[in-house]
């Protein structure tokens, strides 16, 4: 009753925010045009940079004549690969910044043309001539592994290493993940019942909207400054330094609006570039910014998996054994390629209970362009394996499907894979998931409906699980400052790539605080000498970490209100309330002192003043995680498992193997939504990536390791119109140690996704489909196999 009587006085509802719809704090200036993103700085003087990429997979260099080049009016620098500058890589450190005696991926940089206009350095880049002696490529994980292939990083053993990489001398093996948990001979014969599997799925890429693109400018005192749409500014100022050794102090890395990311603009290379551009001709500003072409093939793309699943379980469907082998397609360069197959092997089974576990995941060099984190950071990858093989399973038993899954799903009280011990708040509800889905695609009506001779509508499913396999020791914070008339300004490292993950802070901000989130003024833009570090945006970790920062700052923030207040109304701290942009008694509401009087400091009557400014500060840093046991993979990778049940529905026509998406489906055990209309955006815009990719986004190589499709012409996700309806639901077992108990949903509308869609194809087709992308023309290919 008192609240309300206050609340009155400001009129309008001001808690209760969390969970609700609204508006996000980026989207006016997105919606008007006005958000400015990289590639829009127009500063004058301003260079611009182009590159010469490799015309093959893989191959020598014989000779680099740059003489035309140079001739061209407006070049200001030229540069070529040399064995003087830095390898780079955030595991192991096996990248030349440009191409040093061979290729080792098509569209890999070879020389870099510095010029006044972008058409002047794109003319030079053209009078480039470089000559080229082909080598055998190695077009797959399989074909890299054989004795007979050449190995493409001979140095492997003498690379530097940054992380906890463990590669294998004398091979084209960059890391081993061993996973290895109970005893695999009691699994075997506690098994009545054995299914085993081979799958495949190519690289294929991230496809953001915005193109990679960064400036950089080295000052005359040495400052160096970068503006980058990266993902990880924080990252990039840190490896710049370790790379060229560089005092950290000194780089100042800026990130606007970032257009798209989806994992593809964490790794660090375009900014390397653009740094060696600037240095080049003397610290002037250099701006680099990929064409489409340069984006899809030349920066890092989405790993290849090759696995093998090997099931055993009871004649009652009880699993009790998981034998794996997954080979992740690296690329030429180990990069962070090393940290997705890491984490398929942590989550090597899917959301199951199994207590018998052997798997290696490896992270295998090819002639691919390099791997890099892909939205679900190789979970989706090794689900379609693993989820492919329970659908196997569940038709050797003849047992449905869900019934399969849930029977045998992880629970608190089970430990995962790498023998962390779950409960209600780590891991949630599986069963739940399960259940709601059911209700939701009207499972109990049957898979397959009849629609005439030619078409049949089936339905697909598949489970997920997924925890974020980062740093140990990765960490966030929050700042926030107040302005006289009592509003907040919010700054985070956190970076605003779509995700909302901004706006939400703004709501726990409002939330705690009490106020109106028109009251909380939100800073996009990263500068790394000004803003509290944010590890990476990645990973489904920004509102988790951010959010357990910006409460600590909200509490700090809160401690200094009340110290003010108790000496002005003299009184202790504890009987203060702060809310409804007041500072009062609890128990005596009307006394008290509006916000405003007190947030930059108290004046008494007679002049005196006390306090100032109140600037709250806030920190996380991840609890309790821990490297993994080489051997035996034992380890807490990290703080929890969100776990979500999908389905696919489609319109299959049996006579020419086409199909209409027609219903795609999710339910997450998200925690509490914070906000709702955001939350379901990022699971439907995960589950649209997933079938994307799942139904046609691929890398195509010819025999050189040449990407024949990297264009978006012939390179092709999904168009509008051409989605499924999609449905998404919530189930809310709180995680107890996040913020409102929230966990993170970016990535997890995807993971079941291309599963799903292999599961509903296989039923439709009447062959198991094991292969990305489910074209028509690979169905075909299967069916005439099998006839």
């Known amino acids: 009753m008192v609240h309300t009587l206050v609340n009155e006085e400001i009129g309008g509802d001001l808690v209760n925010i969390i969970g609700k719809s609204v508006i996000r704090k980026d989207a006016f200036e997105k919606v008007t045009g006005r958000a400015k993103y990289t590639a829009d700085e127009l500063t004058v003087p301003l260079l611009h940079a182009k590159m010469v990429t490799s015309l093959y997979g893989h191959a020598k260099i014989v000779s680099i004549d740059v003489t035309k080049a140079n001739k061209v009016p407006g070049v200001r620098a030229i540069l070529l690969g040399s064995h003087d500058l830095p390898l780079t890589g955030e595991e192991i450190r096996d990248r030349p910044p440009l191409a040093v005696d061979k290729v080792r991926y098509y569209g890999e940089p070879v020389a870099l043309v510095v010029a006044d206009t972008p058409v002047i350095a794109k003319k030079a880049v053209d009078a480039i001539e470089v000559q080229y002696d082909l080598l055998p490529v190695v077009n797959s994980p399989t074909e890299a592994l054989k004795p007979e292939s050449p190995i493409l990083h001979e140095n492997l053993t003498s690379y530097k290493k940054i992380g906890t990489a463990y590669p294998v001398p004398h ?56 503006t980058t749409s990266s993902q990880a500014p924080f990252m990039v100022k840190r490896l710049l330094s370790t790379y060229f050794e560089l005092d950290m102090g000194k780089i100042l890395v800026e990130t606007p609006f970032v257009g798209g990311g989806y994992g593809g603009k964490a790794p660090i290379q375009w900014e390397v570039l653009a740094y060696l551009a600037s240095k080049a001709v003397g610290g002037r500003r250099v701006k680099i910014v990929y064409t489409r072409e340069e984006d899809l093939v030349t920066a890092p793309c989405k790993v290849g998996l090759e696995a093998k699943v090997k099931l055993g379980c009871t004649a009652h469907g009880k699993i009790h054994a998981a034998e794996i082998l997954y080979l992740f397609d690296g690329g030429a360069y180990s990069d962070k390629a090393i940290d997705v197959s890491r984490a398929g092997g942590v989550d090597c089974i899917g959301p199951y209970s199994i207590e018998n576990v052997w798997c290696d995941s490896l992270c295998v060099y090819t002639n691919h362009p390099y791997g890099s984190p892909f939205r679900g950071f190789g979970h989706s990858e090794v689900l379609f394996a693993f989820e492919r093989t329970m659908d196997m399973l569940a038709d050797k038993l003849g047992i449905d499907q869900l019934e399969l899954r849930r029977q045998n799903a992880i629970l608190p009280g089970h430990t995962t894979p790498t023998q962390v011990l779950l409960n209600k708040s780590n891991v949630g509800n599986l069963p739940a998931c399960i259940d709601r889905l059911k209700e939701m ?97 990645v990973a489904s970790r920004g509102t988790f970490m951010a959010g357990r920062a910006l409460l600590e700052a909200a509490d700090d923030a809160i401690r200094q209100i009340k110290s003010i207040a108790a000496c002005v109304l003299r009184v202790s701290t504890e009987d203060l309330e702060v809310a409804y942009e007041r500072v009062f008694i609890k128990d005596d509401p009307k006394t008290g002192l509006p916000l405003k009087e007190v947030v930059y400091g108290y004046k008494f009557p007679n002049g005196n003043a006390i306090g100032g400014q109140i600037i709250g500060y806030g920190n996380y840093i991840l609890r309790r995680m821990t490297s993994l046991d080489p051997e035996t993979g034992a380890g807490q990778p990290g703080p929890e498992w969100t776990v979500a049940a999908h389905a696919v529905e489609v319109e299959y026509n049996k006579r020419d193997f086409t199909y209409k998406l027609i219903q795609a489906v999710t339910v997450v055990d998200i925690g509490t939504v914070l906000n709702h209309m955001t939350a379901r955006g990022q699971v439907m815009g995960a589950m649209s990536m997933g079938l994307a990719y799942a139904g046609r986004e691929a890398f195509i190589f010819d025999e050189w390791g040449r990407v024949i499709n990297p264009q978006l012409r012939t390179y092709r996700p999904i168009h509008y119109g051409e989605n499924p309806h999609y449905e998404v639901d919530f189930v809310k077992t709180k995680q107890i140690d996040a913020a409102y108990g929230a966990r993170g949903v970016g990535e997890h509308g995807l993971l079941g996704m291309p599963a799903a869609l292999a599961n509903c194809l296989s039923i439709a087709a009447g062959v198991g489909l094991n292969q990305l992308p489910l074209t028509p023309e690979l169905i075909w290919r299967y069916k005439t196999a099998n006839d």
């Not at 495949?200 to 400018?217: G, Q």
């Not at 929050?478 to 700054?491: E, G, H, K, R, Y």
């Not at 009251?519 to 590890?535: A, C, G, L």
């Open 441 to 537: 695609i009207h499972w109990n009506q049957g898979q397959i409906q009849v629609i005439d001779e030619r078409k049949i509508r089936v339905k697909g499913i598949a489970c997920s699980w997924k925890t974020s396999t980062i740093d140990p020791n990765a960490s966030s914070g929050v700042i926030l400052t107040f302005n006289p008339d009592a509003s907040v300004n919010l700054i985070s490292g956190v970076v605003e790539i779509g995700t909302a993950t901004k706006t939400v802070l703004a709501q726990m901000l409002a939330e705690r605080l009490k106020i109106g989130i028109d009251k909380v003024h939100v800073k996009m833009k990263i500068d790394t000498q000004s803003t509290p570090e944010h590890w990476k945006t």
């Open 171 to 226: 091979s084209n093996i960059s890391n081993v993940t061993k996973i290895r948990k109970g005893n695999m001979e009691k699994g075997w014969s506690m098994s009545d019942v054995v299914v085993e599997g081979s799958f495949h799925l190519p690289p294929s890429d991230h496809a953001a909207m915005e193109t990679r693109s960064a400036t950089a400018e080295i000052d005359p005192e040495g400052f160096i400054h970068i």
